[in-house]
């Protein structure tokens, strides 16, 4: 009725050890301060400039949109994602931006100063502190409409 089955010493110990072994890298992972850099460090591409001690980092990426419409045009919009970016008044950001779709991305975030330019399978980060509340666009100047496959526009939102 009952099998029985034979295990080796030796399996049974290199099966322990390859257990042990996920375990402290999924808890090394799980809990190292800035995990996500260390992801993003492995990406093919990444030009990952350093990101401050303090502060909070909030990964984005470039997206598309496209459609084909009744009469055979091809339509397409390009987008931030995540699109809405809530922070605190005072806190330093650091935006990580990894570029997937399109070329490059030049970019203005009006009211705080910062610019730059995102460039496809490229990871770019980009750190300030805003001192205001309000609403503030991140607008892609190749993308700033319809006309131009826009807008491509992103919200933070400081509180």
């Given amino acids: 009725m009952f099998t029985t089955i034979r295990i080796r010493k030796r399996t049974l110990a290199i099966t322990a050890l390859l257990l042990c072994l996920m375990l402290v890298t999924g808890f090394y992972l799980k809990h190292l301060e800035k995990g996500s850099q260390l992801v993003s460090a492995l990406l093919p591409g990444s030009s990952q ?35 809405t970016i809530p922070v605190e008044k005072g806190e330093t950001i650091t935006l990580r931006i990894r570029g997937i779709s399109g070329g490059n991305h030049p970019f203005i975030i009006e009211g705080l100063g910062v610019s730059g330019t995102v460039e496809k399978g490229k ?24 006309v131009h496959d826009g807008p491509m526009v992103a919200y933070l939102i400081v509180n």
């Fill in 49 to 83: 400039k350093s990101v401050p001690a303090q502060g909070r980092v909030i990964d984005l990426v470039t997206g598309e949109f496209e459609s084909t419409m009744d009469n055979g045009k091809m339509i397409e919009a390009y987008r931030w994602d995540p699109s």
């Fill in 123 to 146: 990871t770019s980060s980009y750190t300030f502190t805003p001192t205001k509340k309000g609403v503030y666009r991140m607008v892609c100047m190749s993308h700033e409409d319809a």
